[in-house]
């Protein structure tokens, strides 16, 4: 049996976070970007919720928990159709705003302006 028969037959779960003020913050979005980010959380990057945003959010899966991360985006992101990837081990993450055309890092528990895709 190969890998994707077998994951076709794991049945999805239902994931509740624990609740939390911060869940009010975490509206309904369009468009966003999510990575793994290290060992035991997930990222999840900008989106459009009737503007485009500068959230960042943590979930902690083992305890069930959202919050803020420390940095937030220094731009309104909008990573629709793009990869968001992550290096685990490192703890940085990538994502592309389309808006602008910029790459950014997340390292060190903050997000900076990488690099432009515009051509000069």
């Not at 902690?60 to 420390?70: C, E, H, M, N």
């Not at 993450?93 to 808006?99: K, L, M």
Request: charged share 20%; with cysteine; net charge positive.
């Amino acid at each position: 049996m190969s890998m994707i028969q077998k994951n076709i037959q794991n049945k999805w779960q239902v994931f509740n976070l624990n609740p939390s003020p911060i869940q009010s913050q975490f509206t309904a979005r369009q468009g966003l970007g999510s990575c793994q980010i290290d060992e035991k959380g997930i990222l999840i990057i900008g989106g459009y919720t009737g503007k485009h945003t500068t959230d960042c959010f943590y979930i902690d899966v083992a305890k069930r928990d959202i919050s803020r991360t420390a940095g937030q985006l220094p731009i309104q992101t909008f990573p629709f159709a793009v990869p968001t990837l992550s290096d685990v081990e490192r703890n940085i993450g990538f994502t592309i705003d389309w808006c602008t055309f910029k790459l950014l890092k997340y390292e060190n528990n903050k997000w900076n302006d990488y690099e432009s895709l515009r051509k000069q």
